[in-house]
């Protein structure tokens, strides 16, 4: 277990339609991170962030946008869902996001758009 | 831009065999250079790392090189095992902190 929550595990919708994923880093973490990993792919950075401000983008579409809270714990959106949204969805923590230091990974929300 | 280029995507070998996994990247600024482990369905763990000021790494099984003048870095399992079998990742940090990621090597291990 990393300390990474992150819910729910399975999410099936439509398309057209629009989630939330939620995350809460490690305790004592400031930074948090969103990577998509589409079946059989490598991990895709959609964004960072480290203390309630956007730190880093990736290749994030429009549709989606995140953020951080004041208690730390971050949340995905993702709107006007289509097929191809359809991914493994996870988020990471860090202890600054300013340093060498480990990313550590959560379970995942696997997302199913149908 | 950077990228890390990781071979080879696929790689079979025989239970009690070593494997080796290589990358290289071309941004001669990283430092820091971890590898994730993720078996089917689960959440990419960190398995070893290797910062710029040394050469080698072990950890029981498990070894990475860095050869900083070439750049590229390797993982080393030895005497596999069956739960050694999942996808395996490097990565490289760069100078925003950010990790750049390899494409991920799925080993497999053959009883």
């Known amino acids: 277990d990393s300390g990474v929550t992150q819910t729910p595990k399975h999410l099936i919708t439509a398309t057209g339609q629009r989630v939330t994923l939620r995350c809460s880093p490690r305790?004592?973490?400031?930074?948090v991170y969103w990577y998509q990993q589409s079946l059989d792919q490598g991990l895709q950075f959609l964004i960072q962030y480290y203390n309630g401000e956007e730190r880093a983008k990736g290749n994030i579409l429009e549709r989606f946008s995140a953020q951080q809270f004041p208690d730390l714990h971050s949340e995905l959106n993702l709107s006007s869902l289509e097929l191809g949204d359809s991914a493994l969805y996870f988020c990471?923590?860090?202890?600054?996001?300013?340093?060498?230091?480990?990313?550590?990974f959560g379970p995942g929300t696997r997302l199913l758009v149908l | 831009g950077e990228n890390v280029e990781q071979h080879p995507s696929t790689l079979s070998v025989q239970e009690g065999d070593s494997a080796v996994i290589k990358c290289t990247y071309s941004d001669s600024a990283s430092n820091y250079f971890p590898w994730y482990k993720q078996e089917l369905g689960k959440r990419p763990q960190l398995i070893i790392d290797?910062?710029?000021n040394v050469g080698e790494k072990k950890d029981q099984r498990i070894a990475v090189t860095l050869n900083k003048t070439a750049k590229h870095f390797s993982l080393h399992i030895t005497e596999t095992q069956p739960e050694d079998s999942a996808v395996y990742f490097c990565?490289?940090?760069?100078?925003?902190?950010?990790?750049?990621w390899g494409a991920g090597t799925k080993l497999i291990i053959k009883p």
């Open positions: 305790s004592g973490d400031l930074s």
């Open positions: 290797i910062r710029s």
């Open positions: 990471a923590s860090s202890l600054s996001g300013r340093a060498q230091e480990t990313q550590y």
């Open positions: 990565a490289k940090m760069d100078s925003n902190y950010q990790l750049i």
